[in-house]
C-alpha cells in the first residue's frame, strides 16, 4: 500500500513523514517553495524525539506520479477551500489496470470541518473520514514539526456517511499503518460525530488568529459564546457530536504537547495560514456555524463576526493578532444595536 498525500503542510505533512520513518511507502504532493525544498532537501520532520530528514518522494500533480497504482490511498490534507478542485482533478487519474481514482481508490478526509466528506463522495465511491487531533506546525519550506508525545496525534477513522462492514480490509491496513507510525487510530462507525465535536473546538481558531496567542485568554467570553452558539446550533438541527469528556477519555495521556528544544510553539492552524499569507478556512468552521443558524432559526453572531473578520485580515495580507479583544466585543455591541433599531 502506498500513501500519497495530498497536501504536505503542517497534518500532511506530519502524516506522510511518521508513516515513512515506520517504513511506509509514501508520496508527498504540494507545491511552491515548499515543494522545492521537498525535492532538494527532503522533508525536516521535528518531534519531541527528535529532528530527522526523510527522503520522500515529492510531486506537484498526480500527473507526475504517472498512473495511480490500484493499491493507493489518497489522504487528503489540503484545506476545506481548496478540496473540490482537487478532489475534482484527482477523480479523473488514470489508474493501472483500468478506471479512474474516484472510481476505484479510496481518499481519506484528513481534514477540519465537516464539509469535505460530501464534497468528496462527489468524486470518489470510497471515501473515509479522519477526524484529526495532531497539533503541528508548518510555517518554513520544507519543515514540519509535530509536537506531541508519546504518540503524535490520535486520527479517529470512519467510512463516509456511514460504517460499513467490519471485515473492511483497506480501513483497517490504514489504520493499522497510522498505528505502527505514532498514532491512535481508533475506527468507528460514527466518525462524523466525531468531526462534529472537533468544529465546536475549531471556532476557537478564528479568534486565537484575530487576536493573537498572547491575548487570546482575554477575549475567554468571546470563546465561550462562541462556542455556546455552536452547541446550539448543532443541538436546534438535531446533530451528534462527541462530548469533551469523550475527547479527554479516549486522548488520556497518549498524547501531550511536549516541549522541544528551540521550536517556540505556534499557534493553530487559521494563526499559521495568516502567518504565512495564505487564505484561511474560517468559512468551512464559523462559517458552518452561520450556515447552519441560519437554517434553523438560530442567532449566531459572534461566529458571524469571526468568519468575516479573519477573513477579512487574510484578504489584506494582516499578521495574526491584528485584532484585541476590545475591538471585536465593540464590533459585537454595535451589531447588536443595530438589530434592535
Same mark, same amino acid.
Given at each position: 500500500?502506498?500513501?500519497?498525500?495530498?497536501?504536505?503542510?503542517?497534518?500532511?505533512?506530519?502524516?506522510?513523514?511518521?508513516?515513512?520513518?515506520?517504513?511506509?511507502?509514501?508520496?508527498?504532493?504540494?507545491?511552491?517553495?515548499?515543494?522545492?525544498?521537498?525535492?532538494?532537501?527532503?522533508?525536516?520532520?521535528?518531534?519531541?524525539?527528535?529532528?530527522?530528514?526523510?527522503?520522500?518522494?515529492?510531486?506537484?500533480?498526480?500527473?507526475?506520479?504517472?498512473?495511480?497504482?490500484? !493499491?493507493?490511498?489518497? /489522504?487528503?490534507? &489540503?484545506?476545506?477551500?481548496?478540496?473540490?478542485?482537487? #478532489?475534482?482533478?484527482? %477523480? *479523473? @487519474?488514470?489508474?493501472?489496470?483500468?478506471?479512474?481514482?474516484?472510481?476505484?481508490?479510496?481518499?481519506?478526509?484528513?481534514?477540519?470541518?465537516?464539509?469535505?466528506?460530501?464534497?468528496?463522495?462527489?468524486?470518489?465511491?470510497?471515501?473515509?473520514?479522519?477526524?484529526?487531533?495532531?497539533?503541528?506546525?508548518?510555517?518554513?519550506?520544507?519543515?514540519?514539526?509535530?509536537?506531541?508525545?508519546?504518540?503524535?496525534?490520535?486520527?479517529?477513522?470512519?467510512?463516509?456517511?456511514?460504517?460499513?462492514?467490519?471485515?473492511?480490509?483497506?480501513?483497517?491496513?490504514?489504520?493499522?499503518?497510522?498505528?505502527?507510525?505514532?498514532? !491512535?487510530?481508533?475506527? /468507528?462507525?460514527? &466518525?462524523?460525530?466525531?468531526?462534529?465535536?472537533?468544529? #465546536?473546538?475549531?471556532? %476557537? *481558531? @478564528?479568534?486565537?488568529?484575530?487576536?493573537?496567542?498572547?491575548?487570546?485568554?482575554?477575549?475567554?467570553?468571546?470563546?465561550?459564546?462562541?462556542?455556546?452558539?455552536?452547541?446550539?446550533?448543532?443541538?436546534?438541527?438535531?446533530?451528534?457530536?462527541?462530548?469533551?469528556?469523550?475527547?479527554?477519555?479516549?486522548?488520556?495521556?497518549?498524547?501531550?504537547?511536549?516541549?522541544?528544544?528551540?521550536?517556540?510553539?505556534?499557534?493553530?492552524?487559521?494563526?499559521?495560514?495568516?502567518?504565512?499569507?495564505?487564505?484561511?478556512?474560517?468559512?468551512?468552521?464559523?462559517?458552518?456555524?452561520?450556515?447552519?443558524?441560519?437554517?434553523?432559526?438560530?442567532?449566531?453572531?459572534?461566529?458571524?463576526?469571526?468568519?468575516?473578520?479573519?477573513?477579512? #485580515?487574510?484578504?489584506?495580507?494582516?499578521?495574526?493578532?491584528?485584532?484585541?479583544?476590545?475591538?471585536?466585543?465593540?464590533?459585537?455591541?454595535?451589531?447588536?444595536?443595530?438589530?434592535?433599531?
Amino acid at each position: 500500500m502506498r500513501y500519497i498525500i495530498v497536501g504536505a503542510g503542517a497534518v500532511g505533512g506530519a502524516i506522510g513523514g511518521r508513516l515513512a520513518q515506520s517504513g511506509r511507502e509514501v508520496a508527498l504532493v504540494a507545491r511552491g517553495a515548499h515543494l522545492d525544498a521537498l525535492r532538494t532537501e527532503g522533508l525536516r520532520l521535528i518531534t519531541p524525539q527528535g529532528s530527522e530528514l526523510l527522503r520522500i518522494p515529492s510531486y506537484a500533480h498526480h500527473e507526475d506520479l504517472g498512473p495511480l497504482r490500484r !493499491d493507493d490511498v489518497l /489522504v487528503l490534507a &489540503v484545506k476545506s477551500q481548496d478540496a473540490e478542485s482537487v #478532489l475534482r482533478d484527482w %477523480a *479523473n @487519474a488514470a489508474v493501472s489496470g483500468g478506471g479512474t481514482a474516484g472510481e476505484t481508490l479510496t481518499v481519506v478526509c484528513a481534514q477540519n470541518g465537516v464539509a469535505n466528506e460530501r464534497v468528496a463522495l462527489r468524486y470518489f465511491a470510497n471515501v473515509v473520514g479522519m477526524c484529526v487531533w495532531l497539533p503541528s506546525t508548518h510555517l518554513q519550506p520544507g519543515t514540519v514539526i509535530a509536537h506531541c508525545a508519546p504518540q503524535s496525534g490520535i486520527l479517529t477513522l470512519g467510512r463516509y456517511p456511514r460504517g460499513g462492514d467490519d471485515a473492511d480490509a483497506v480501513l483497517a491496513a490504514v489504520a493499522a499503518d497510522l498505528v505502527g507510525a505514532h498514532f !491512535d487510530a481508533p475506527v /468507528v462507525p460514527d &466518525v462524523m460525530r466525531w468531526k462534529y465535536g472537533k468544529l #465546536l473546538n475549531n471556532l %476557537a *481558531n @478564528a479568534l486565537e488568529a484575530l487576536v493573537g496567542r498572547e491575548q487570546i485568554e482575554k477575549a475567554e467570553d468571546l470563546w465561550d459564546a462562541g462556542r455556546a452558539e455552536g452547541v446550539a446550533v448543532l443541538d436546534a438541527a438535531g446533530i451528534a457530536y462527541s462530548t469533551e469528556e469523550e475527547r479527554r477519555a479516549v486522548q488520556g495521556e497518549r498524547m501531550q504537547v511536549a516541549p522541544i528544544a528551540d521550536v517556540p510553539r505556534a499557534g493553530g492552524s487559521t494563526w499559521q495560514s495568516l502567518r504565512r499569507g495564505g487564505s484561511v478556512e474560517a468559512d468551512y468552521l464559523n462559517g458552518e456555524i452561520a450556515l447552519l443558524g441560519r437554517e434553523h432559526g438560530v442567532p449566531t453572531p459572534v461566529n458571524d463576526l469571526m468568519r468575516r473578520e479573519v477573513t477579512r #485580515l487574510a484578504q489584506e495580507g494582516l499578521q495574526p493578532g491584528s485584532a484585541t479583544p476590545e475591538e471585536l466585543r465593540a464590533q459585537l455591541a454595535e451589531g447588536a444595536g443595530s438589530a434592535t433599531r
